[in-house]
């Protein structure tokens, strides 16, 4: 690890490095100057953000190299740099960025080295996907929030703030300068496979204000939001990942719901905005991606809409944008429909050319790239990398998980969570009347970094409030001898607290509900992600919606359960009837107290 003289001295040749070849003046970090100095490869380079793998950005594990040379060609993060001028690197759990801050801090700080030291070197522009909830790549001892929908739950814009304010301190403390969040989706699908509970809710005025607020949160904290994804993912039944969703609203629809949230985030001043792999005829009838589709981004977010800052593609290995063109056509086609950065090419070597190429031939203009270059060296500035890039190690630790952060978040989470159900009432649960709880039900592989399981944060948290609780998880998809193992588990128990996960109604969890209800005993359904649980249990005498399964979310629905605190959240979504969904079963804003 490097020393904070080292850094210093660095970060105080960042100038230099950008003025290579002659005296370094006062205006040689100014956007329209390095832009000037730059040739057409380290153009090229600005305007694509990938992956690599390793824990290092000069010494990677084996396993890691290998993953390096089989997908990029390059061993390691600066040769990748080396070789393609990149103005951007995403950050993943599952690529080996994220071990623990310090080792977040270095790897940004080798990044930023290894760039810095080319000719006309410049710094990069850190970026990973930390929406708090169920997408995370950076975990413990960072703060997890809670996700949007149990944010959307509270409805305090001064919460979405404060998340934002804070996780943002976290992020730029170990070098991550720009984050994919807030989702200004507004999820009215309640089968929707890849929003759901990452969406605010189903309201686009309510979705508005906390995207707004967040993205201020994060701009406080000197790190670039990104509202996502445009024009609006929020009513789809096929994952962009895996297909090609394709959203049926009227231009009307359109206007008076998903545009809603997006406009907010613009007036917000929100750094950048990310597009979606969705075909939305209404908006375009040629049958392209919005990704890919000039009208959309050009026609309707630049000059429509007025925004002017930094555009980014989702993923472009994703499904949803290499249905219809090959990997080299997609960067060229984004870049002419008027995106400025593309993420995570399938192949960067492919792509990388074909944008080259395509200048070089005359398709994209240079003056085009001029523009999408100019506008991410623009937010650079002012992100301060151009001043500072590196980490502070003292920072690092006095900032990551501080325990501010953690309280705040635990309390965030506390007027999140959203009684649906108590009759009797069955809740508070005392420890004196109902001294033994058996936890039972789902445990999805827990979002990054989180203790889990969902059973065993949750029994660990109600022991902790004086019950004697055991868990005993029965997954998503119970058998029959699992579901009559904790029948009979039940037996000994004063009540049953059962995690819930996205329960249909030929779903082997609704049999579990079912037949533990039927032994007498008091159940309470948590439904640790989509509400919508609530309106396939009308057998439990109690039903909490705590939209996801992280711990912050979870201990704040025990301490609901035990009466610690009031639940105070509200539903974001409607949820409707399970024998007939053209009925409201429990409407907006529906939420209990004691």
């Known amino acids: 690890m490097p020393s904070r003289?080292?850094?210093?001295?660095?970060?105080?040749?960042?100038?230099?490095?950008?003025?290579?070849?002659?005296?370094?003046?006062?205006?040689?970090?100014?956007?329209?100057?390095?832009?000037?100095?730059?040739?057409?490869?380290e153009k090229v380079g600005q305007v694509f953000v990938s992956r690599v793998y390793g824990h290092s950005a000069t010494a990677p594990d084996r396993a890691d190299i290998d993953a390096n040379l089989g997908e990029l060609g390059v061993r390691t993060a600066a040769e990748l740099l080396a070789r393609y001028r990149l103005g951007g690197i995403i950050y993943f759990a599952w690529a080996h960025n994220t071990r623990d801050p310090q080792q977040i801090a270095d790897l940004s700080d080798g990044i930023q080295r290894a760039s810095l030291q080319q000719p006309r070197g410049l710094p990069v522009l850190i970026s990973t996907d930390q929406e708090h909830g169920a997408v995370c790549r950076v975990g413990r001892p960072a703060t997890l929030f809670p996700g949007a929908m149990a944010i959307g739950a509270g409805g305090s814009r001064a919460d979405a703030r404060t998340l934002g304010r804070l996780a943002g301190r976290e992020l730029r403390a170990m070098g991550i300068r720009q984050d994919y969040s807030p989702v200004a989706d507004v999820n009215v699908n309640p089968a929707n496979p890849v929003i759901g509970v990452r969406s605010f809710g189903?309201?686009?005025?309510?979705?508005?204000?906390?995207?707004?607020?967040?993205?201020?949160?994060?701009?406080?904290?000197?790190?670039?939001?990104?509202?996502?994804?445009?024009?609006?993912?929020?009513?789809?039944?096929?994952?962009?990942?895996?297909?090609?969703?394709?959203i049926t609203h009227s231009r009307e629809q359109w206007e008076t719901l998903d545009a809603v949230p997006f406009r907010a985030a613009i007036a917000a001043g929100v750094d950048s905005l990310m597009t979606a792999h969705i075909l939305v005829p209404s908006l375009d009838g040629s049958g392209d991606p919005a990704t890919l589709s000039r009208p959309i981004v050009t026609g309707i977010l630049r000059e429509k809409l007025g925004y002017d800052g930094v555009v980014v593609t989702d993923a472009l290995d994703m499904a949803g944008v290499r249905t219809e063109y090959g990997d080299d056509r997609v960067p060229v086609l984004a870049l002419k429909a008027g995106v400025d950065q593309l993420l995570n090419p399938p192949d960067l070597d492919v792509a990388w050319n074909a944008v080259l190429k395509a200048v070089r031939d005359g398709e994209l203009s240079e003056q085009r790239l001029d523009t999408s270059v100019l506008r991410i060296l623009r937010l650079k500035a002012?992100?301060?990398?151009?001043?500072?890039?590196?980490?502070?190690?003292?920072?690092?630790?006095?900032?990551?998980?501080?325990?501010?952060?953690?309280?705040?978040?635990?309390?965030?989470?506390?007027?999140?969570?959203?009684?649906?159900?108590?009759?009797g009432p069955l809740l508070p649960l005392s420890p004196r009347?109902?001294?033994?709880?058996?936890?039972?039900?789902?445990?999805?592989?827990?979002?990054?970094?989180?203790?889990?399981?969902p059973t065993g944060v949750l029994a660990a948290a109600l022991t902790a409030l004086g019950f004697r609780a055991t868990a005993l998880a029965t997954?998503?998809?119970?058998?029959?001898?699992?579901?009559?193992?904790?029948?009979?588990?039940?037996?000994?128990?004063?009540?049953?607290?059962?995690?819930?996960?996205?329960?249909?109604?030929?779903?082997?969890?609704?049999?579990?509900?079912?037949?533990l209800a039927a032994t007498g005993r008091p159940v309470v359904a948590v439904a640790v992600r989509n509400p919508y649980d609530v309106a396939q249990l009308p057998f439990v005498r109690a039903c909490l919606a705590a939209y996801c399964w992280t711990d912050v979310e979870l201990r704040a629905a025990a301490r609901v359960i035990a009466g610690a605190v009031g639940p105070r959240g509200k539903l974001p979504v409607p949820v409707r009837r399970a024998d007939d969904p053209t009925q409201v079963l429990y409407p907006i804003g529906h939420g209990l107290t004691y």
């Not at 005025?205 to 949160?217: D, F, I």
């Not at 029948?487 to 079912?514: H, I, K």
């Open 382 to 423: 002012r992100l301060g990398l151009f001043d500072d890039p590196y980490t502070s190690p003292a920072d690092v630790g006095r900032t990551v998980g501080a325990p501010g952060h953690l309280t705040a978040a635990d309390r965030i989470a506390e007027r999140t969570t959203t009684l649906l159900v108590n009759e």
């Open 202 to 246: 189903a309201d686009p005025a309510a979705v508005a204000a906390l995207v707004a607020a967040e993205a201020e949160g994060y701009r406080a904290a000197g790190v670039a939001a990104t509202a996502k994804h445009f024009p609006g993912h929020g009513d789809t039944a096929v994952d962009s990942h895996t297909g090609f969703p394709v």
């Open 475 to 515: 997954g998503t998809a119970p058998s029959a001898e699992t579901i009559a193992g904790a029948v009979t588990a039940a037996g000994g128990a004063d009540a049953v607290v059962v995690a819930t996960y996205n329960v249909t109604a030929a779903d082997a969890q609704r049999t579990l509900v079912r037949q």
């Open 5 to 41: 003289r080292t850094v210093l001295a660095a970060g105080a040749g960042v100038t230099a490095a950008l003025a290579v070849g002659g005296p370094t003046h006062a205006d040689d970090r100014r956007p329209d100057e390095l832009l000037a100095r730059m040739t057409l490869e």
């Open 433 to 453: 009347t109902h001294p033994r709880i058996l936890v039972v039900g789902a445990d999805p592989a827990s979002p990054t970094g989180t203790t889990g399981p």
